[in-house]
């Protein structure tokens, strides 16, 4: 809908302001998530073709796409067809297609999918550098870590709502920091000091940082002799925010996807 | 407007290069051609084994002394007696008094022998079956009166005058001329139009059309696949036309001349070819809108037959018309827009009025622009929200989207 495939049932659509965003088609850049370029098209014809698309005149747009095709290493696939290209390669192109015709707003779906480590540091490394040059980027995504490691803002889409949107900070924020205390021994009168929420594993003592800060219980566990082998107080990852804030539900499904991808 | 125009030209050149550049392309150009080949031979075949074969044979079995006015009678009259006249064979050259057995001569091993003239030039007897002595007596009546009077005598009608033409001939050529139009513009658009069917299916099957519906209208999508469909077709329309006119001037006048149309044959030929182009968008339009829908190759092979008997449909309900030109049907069969070029071509055959195919072109186009509306209306409505292959799972994701997430005016970086 933000990029006008499809139209709004009812209320108001604007993209850069404006209404109709095939109207400012040439500011937008769209990349799907599966490979969306015609097979027997050559690398630099299909990225020429994609910047026709948004306005860029077709003689200019092979000079750009051998251009950029070279600046991405990939200038010796300029002549092949789509269809003789891996998939990380096609990606490229295609996201190559994508920015050909310099959007101020860029929407990937999905872009990480499908692409092994390597080409996924590339594709970071080049969502950067559009962030750097003053693109928006939006992305659609399932592995939080790149959420986490690439975006500014982000929201979070769970059952068809959006229950937050806002930056990373905030998100994290919203969750109280965790403690995590190992202790020497099993019981003692000191556990009557640890919050309620407490959960023990083997040694190891978690709970949310009691509004009162750590320092009173400390003291218990060191009268109490509870013996403090380790203690760490950490802000919640993206990940646990993601968790609580999109509910059981969304993280069994995020746990089902993982498990499918290994 | 020039926008979508722009977005359709950008879609209607890649198709066009995609097909016309392909290794298909020329079996494409072919096949057709074989079939220009084929029965350009047949035809010349098929007209020697007719000429030997089909003329038949009226067998003669007469009194010795009137055989022979009768012969020089038929050699004299045969080109003059209307329809075709046939071969005479003498069976049996009679002496006074001598009987022949018509019945058992045509009993015997003779192929072309249809019937027999016996008895006498005074009282001719013609034995055969009914409908050939039905057709024949006539003109054995005739032959025999002319051979007893002997074939001097000058013809029945002394006095001729030759008109150049008449109203009848010229109302006749004009309806052969006129079929013969729109049987040609049936031909080329059931064999090209369908093609338009399975138009959208590459773009379906992977994701390129969520990148061309984020990138153009998909009016215009749909207008640029359709005008490079027709470009293709009138490639292949100019090869076949150019190969068949080589053969046909290379074998001489073979094919029958027809009657020159009443808008002259320049103008015939160039509304001929509009109305193909306008033939040809207007059941396209409809294909590629039915053929959106399909997922699958398997699916628009389904939809084919269907589809090609609606063309027929289509080509009998304004052939049916032409013959009645100015009434309701016809009318009726100018109004709808799928016989509307079919019927119109008809009328530029008959009839030397043009403002008529200006409003027609007029009309036809306003409903071509309408079924591309309604079509990519369709299509984004139904295809587009719930995704090809992947049914309900893409439905969920686009609604997700449908969701007000972010105001991208104020931009994202907070």
């Given at each position: 809908?933000l990029?006008?495939?499809?139209d709004?049932?009812?209320?108001?659509?604007r993209?850069?302001?404006h209404e109709?965003p095939?109207?400012?088609?040439?500011?937008?850049g769209?990349?799907?998530?599966?490979?969306?370029l015609?097979?027997?098209?050559?690398?630099?014809?299909?990225?020429?073709?994609?910047?026709?698309?948004r306005g860029?005149?077709?003689k200019e747009?092979r000079?750009?796409?051998?251009?950029?095709?070279?600046?991405?290493?990939?200038?010796y696939?300029?002549?092949?067809?789509?269809?003789?290209?891996s998939?990380g390669?096609?990606?490229t192109?295609?996201l190559l297609?994508?920015?050909i015709?310099e959007?101020?707003?860029?929407?990937?779906?999905e872009?990480?999918?499908?692409?092994?480590?390597l080409?996924?540091g590339?594709?970071?490394?080049?969502?950067?550098?559009l962030?750097?040059r003053g693109?928006t980027?939006?992305?659609?995504?399932h592995?939080?870590?790149?959420?986490?490691?690439?975006?500014e803002?982000?929201?979070?889409?769970?059952?068809?709502?959006v229950?937050f949107?806002g930056?990373v900070s905030?998100?994290?924020?919203r969750?109280?920091q965790?403690?995590r205390?190992?202790?020497a021994r099993?019981?003692g009168?000191?556990?009557?000091?640890?919050?309620?929420?407490?959960?023990?594993?083997?040694?190891?003592?978690?709970?949310?940082l009691?509004?009162?800060?750590?320092e009173?219980?400390l003291?218990?566990?060191?009268?109490?002799?509870a013996?403090?082998?380790?203690?760490?107080?950490?802000?919640?990852?993206?990940?646990?925010a993601?968790?609580a804030?999109a509910?059981?539900?969304?993280?069994?499904?995020?746990?089902?996807?993982?498990?499918?991808?290994? | 407007?020039?926008?979508?125009?722009?977005?359709?030209?950008?879609?209607?050149?890649r198709?066009?290069v995609?097909?016309?550049?392909?290794k298909?392309?020329?079996?494409f150009?072919?096949?057709p051609?074989?079939?220009?080949l084929?029965?350009?031979?047949?035809?010349?075949i098929g007209?020697q084994?007719?000429?030997g074969?089909?003329?038949?044979q009226?067998?003669?079995a007469l009194?010795?002394?009137e055989i022979?006015?009768?012969?020089a009678a038929?050699?004299?009259?045969?080109?003059?007696?209307?329809g075709?006249?046939?071969d005479?064979?003498v069976?049996a050259?009679?002496?006074?008094?001598?009987?022949?057995?018509?019945?058992?001569?045509?009993?015997?091993?003779?192929?072309r022998?249809?019937?027999?003239?016996?008895?006498?030039?005074?009282?001719?007897r013609?034995?055969?079956t009914?409908?050939?002595v039905?057709?024949?007596?006539?003109?054995?009546a005739?032959l025999s009166?002319?051979?007893?009077e002997?074939?001097?005598t000058?013809a029945a009608v002394?006095?001729t005058?030759?008109v150049?033409?008449?109203?009848?001939k010229?109302?006749r050529?004009?309806?052969a001329?006129?079929?013969?139009?729109q049987?040609?513009?049936?031909?080329?658009?059931m064999?090209?139009?369908g093609?338009v069917?399975?138009?959208?299916?590459?773009?379906?099957?992977?994701?390129i059309?969520?990148?061309?519906?984020a990138?153009?209208p998909l009016?215009?999508?749909?207008?640029?696949?359709?005008?490079?469909?027709?470009?293709v077709?009138l490639?292949?329309?100019?090869v076949?036309?150019g190969?068949?006119?080589a053969?046909?001037?290379?074998?001489?006048?073979?094919?029958?001349?027809?009657?020159?149309?009443?808008?002259?044959w320049?103008?015939?030929?160039t509304?001929?070819?509009?109305?193909?182009a306008?033939?040809y968008?207007?059941?396209?339009?409809?294909?590629?809108?039915?053929?959106?829908?399909?997922?699958?190759?398997?699916?628009?092979?389904?939809?084919?037959?269907?589809?090609?008997?609606?063309?027929?449909?289509?080509?009998f309900f304004?052939?049916?018309?032409?013959?009645q030109?100015?009434?309701t049907?016809?009318?009726l069969?100018v109004?709808v827009p799928f016989?509307s070029?079919?019927a119109?071509?008809a009328?530029a055959?008959?009839?030397?009025?043009?403002?008529?195919h200006?409003?027609a072109l007029?009309w036809q186009?306003?409903c071509?622009?309408?079924?591309i509306?309604?079509?990519?209306?369709?299509f984004?409505?139904?295809?587009?929200?719930?995704?090809?292959?992947?049914?309900?799972?893409?439905?969920?994701?686009?609604?997700?989207?449908?969701t007000?997430?972010?105001?991208?005016?104020?931009g994202l970086?907070g």
């Amino acid at each position: 809908m933000l990029l006008g495939i499809i139209d709004p049932d009812e209320g108001l659509r604007r993209t850069l302001g404006h209404e109709r965003p095939h109207e400012i088609a040439h500011r937008i850049g769209y990349l799907p998530e599966e490979r969306g370029l015609y097979p027997s098209m050559k690398a630099f014809e299909a990225i020429a073709f994609l910047g026709h698309l948004r306005g860029v005149p077709l003689k200019e747009g092979r000079k750009r796409a051998r251009a950029m095709l070279a600046e991405y290493g990939l200038d010796y696939a300029a002549e092949r067809q789509i269809r003789q290209l891996s998939k990380g390669m096609a990606q490229t192109v295609q996201l190559l297609g994508t920015l050909i015709h310099e959007p101020e707003l860029v929407v990937l779906d999905e872009p990480f999918s499908g692409l092994d480590a390597l080409n996924q540091g590339k594709l970071e490394g080049m969502i950067r550098a559009l962030a750097a040059r003053g693109t928006t980027v939006i992305f659609s995504t399932h592995v939080i870590a790149h959420a986490e490691r690439l975006c500014e803002r982000i929201a979070i889409i769970a059952g068809g709502k959006v229950p937050f949107t806002g930056l990373v900070s905030e998100a994290r924020d919203r969750l109280p920091q965790q403690v995590r205390v190992e202790l020497a021994r099993d019981d003692g009168p000191w556990r009557n000091a640890l919050p309620d929420d407490a959960r023990q594993d083997g040694r190891f003592w978690h709970f949310n940082l009691p509004p009162g800060g750590v320092e009173p219980l400390l003291r218990a566990l060191i009268e109490g002799e509870a013996g403090i082998l380790s203690l760490s107080i950490e802000r919640p990852g993206l990940h646990d925010a993601f968790v609580a804030i999109a509910g059981e539900a969304a993280a069994r499904a995020l746990a089902d996807e993982k498990e499918a991808i290994k | 407007m020039t926008r979508t125009l722009r977005a359709a030209w950008v879609i209607a050149r890649r198709d066009f290069v995609a097909v016309t550049f392909s290794k298909t392309f020329v079996f494409f150009l072919l096949g057709p051609l074989f079939i220009i080949l084929v029965s350009g031979l047949a035809g010349g075949i098929g007209a020697q084994v007719r000429q030997g074969m089909d003329r038949p044979q009226l067998g003669v079995a007469l009194p010795t002394d009137e055989i022979a006015p009768l012969v020089a009678a038929h050699k004299a009259m045969q080109d003059q007696l209307a329809g075709p006249v046939p071969d005479l064979v003498v069976l049996a050259s009679l002496a006074p008094g001598e009987r022949f057995d018509a019945r058992a001569a045509l009993g015997e091993n003779r192929p072309r022998l249809a019937a027999v003239l016996g008895g006498s030039l005074a009282a001719p007897r013609l034995t055969g079956t009914t409908e050939r002595v039905g057709q024949w007596q006539g003109m054995v009546a005739t032959l025999s009166a002319a051979a007893r009077e002997g074939v001097d005598t000058p013809a029945a009608v002394p006095i001729t005058e030759i008109v150049a033409s008449s109203a009848a001939k010229v109302e006749r050529g004009r309806l052969a001329t006129a079929q013969a139009g729109q049987t040609v513009l049936f031909l080329l658009t059931m064999l090209l139009a369908g093609m338009v069917l399975s138009n959208l299916v590459e773009e379906k099957g992977n994701k390129i059309i969520e990148v061309l519906a984020a990138a153009i209208p998909l009016d215009a999508l749909f207008l640029g696949k359709l005008f490079a469909m027709l470009a293709v077709s009138l490639v292949g329309i100019a090869v076949w036309f150019g190969v068949g006119g080589a053969v046909v001037l290379a074998g001489g006048s073979a094919l029958p001349v027809l009657p020159v149309p009443a808008v002259g044959w320049p103008l015939f030929l160039t509304l001929g070819l509009v109305y193909f182009a306008m033939a040809y968008l207007l059941l396209g339009s409809l294909f590629l809108s039915i053929g959106s829908m399909a997922a699958t190759v398997r699916e628009v092979q389904t939809m084919s037959m269907p589809v090609t008997m609606l063309q027929l449909l289509v080509f009998f309900f304004a052939s049916y018309t032409v013959a009645q030109p100015g009434s309701t049907m016809e009318l009726l069969a100018v109004a709808v827009p799928f016989s509307s070029p079919f019927a119109m071509l008809a009328r530029a055959a008959q009839s030397a009025a043009l403002w008529p195919h200006l409003a027609a072109l007029l009309w036809q186009a306003v409903c071509v622009m309408a079924i591309i509306r309604i079509g990519s209306t369709v299509f984004r409505r139904s295809v587009m929200k719930s995704g090809p292959s992947r049914g309900k799972t893409q439905k969920r994701r686009w609604f997700k989207r449908a969701t007000p997430v972010i105001d991208t005016r104020a931009g994202l970086a907070g």
